[in-house]
């Protein structure tokens, strides 16, 4: 018996920036998968999709180089943006990538 098919990285970092945005735990996130036309329609999946497992992006995540995701908890969601050389402008919340 075979599994489902896999995800591809690019859907998995779509729907990681989105959770990101929204500021949504793994669960969250893909509870909104299934449920989100605009989140399917921007991942390209189905309106009859049943989406995925919460795991699945924990195990992305864990797959992704540790210094790139030093400011998220352990619930998925990033708490701040510390990456070395980025910079957080006091107007906004958007990082600045160094000069």
Known sequence: MRGAPGLSPA???LVTVLQ?????THRQAAAMA???IDL???IGAALTDTGF???VLSRF????P???WSGWSSTGSLSTARM????????SSAPTPPM
């Open 53 to 55: 497992d919460a795991s």
């Open 20 to 24: 990101y945005a929204e500021d949504l």
């Open 61 to 64: 995540r864990a797959r992704l």
């Open 40 to 42: 399917k329609y921007a």
């Open 34 to 36: 299934v449920r989100a």
């Open 66 to 68: 540790t210094r790139a």
């Open 84 to 91: 070395p050389g980025w910079s957080v402008p006091e107007a």
């Open 11 to 13: 859907v998995l970092s």
